[in-house]
Every structure is written in C-alpha cells, then in structure tokens.
C-alpha cells in the first residue's frame, strides 16, 4: 500500500495534469458558449489553464521522483554495507586458518607462540619455515597454502 511511493507520486502528478487539462477545456468551452464577448476569454481558459496545470504537475512529479532516487541511493548503501560485513567476516576466517598453530619459531627461537607455514624469498635463496607473526612481518614473508 505505502510501497513505491515515489513511482505513485508520479503516477499522480500525470493524473492530476490530465484531470485538471480536462477541466480547463470543459470550463472553457462553458466560458465561450456564454455569449460572443466571452469567446477570446474562454479560448484562453483552454489553452492556458492546460499549461499551467502541466507546469504545476512538474513539481508533483519532481517529488516523487526524489523520492525514487533516495530509495534507490539507500538500497545501494545498504546492500554496499553488507557486502563490506562479508567481506571482513571472510577475512577474519582466513587469518584464523593460517595462524593455526601454537610452537616455537624456526627463526628467533620463541616457543609456545602461533606459528604460520610461511615462504620466505631474500637474498640467501627461497625457504620455507613455520614462523611467529614477527618474523613473519620482518622477512618479507608470503603465506604457503
Ligand atoms: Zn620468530
């Protein structure tokens, strides 16, 4: 009932300007059948009041379409907003999975910290290690999958 307000408002604005087109022209064939002095003002009622009703539905219309931009600006930012949740719950998961386990480091020496299977490049050549995080950032590391 109260959906798509913004295409009803517009289906009104046309509505109303036809309404009111017709109106003018019934009234102004009244106007003119008066008597012969009144032919000029009844022409006028049914060629103006038709242009001044197409013009007032403008703002009607304009209105409803307003309304039909910001629906559809809010559908987008919200469907943008879940996607971004996705996404980060996504990226959550995947540091979960390579910081599995807990060990000592094949580099410093730390024990009992998470460890990651990791590949490093660098001038002594390609190896693979299962690091803690900080080695991890200072090797120039890449995750093994
Ligand atoms: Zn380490």
């Known amino acids: 009932m109260f959906n798509n307000i913004g295409r009803k408002i517009k289906?009104?604005?046309?509505?109303?300007?036809?309404?009111?087109?017709?109106?003018?022209?019934i009234v102004g064939i009244v106007?003119?059948?008066?008597?012969?002095?009144?032919?000029?003002?009844?022409?006028?009622?049914?060629?103006i009041g038709p242009i001044l009703a197409w013009i007032s539905s403008w703002i009607l219309y304009g209105y409803g379409q307003l309304i039909e931009n910001s629906d559809k600006l809010a559908n987008n930012v919200c469907e943008t907003q879940d996607q971004i949740f996705k996404d980060r719950t996504n990226e959550e998961k995947t540091?979960?999975?390579?910081?599995?386990?807990?060990?000592?480091?094949?580099?410093?020496?730390?024990?009992?910290?998470?460890?990651?299977?990791?590949?490093?490049?660098?001038n002594l050549g390609t190896r693979y290690r299962a690091v803690c995080s900080d080695c991890y950032k200072n090797n120039n590391a890449q995750p093994v999958k």
Request: hydrophobic share 55%; proline share 0%; aromatic share 4%.
């Open 11 to 25: 289906a009104l604005a046309k509505i109303q300007f036809i309404v009111l087109a017709i109106i003018d022209f």
């Open 31 to 47: 106007i003119l059948s008066v008597n012969e002095y009144l032919i000029a003002a009844g022409l006028s009622v049914m060629l």
């Open 95 to 122: 540091t979960e999975i390579s910081a599995e386990k807990i060990g000592k480091c094949e580099l410093c020496g730390k024990e009992n910290v998470e460890i990651s299977d990791v590949k490093i490049v660098d």
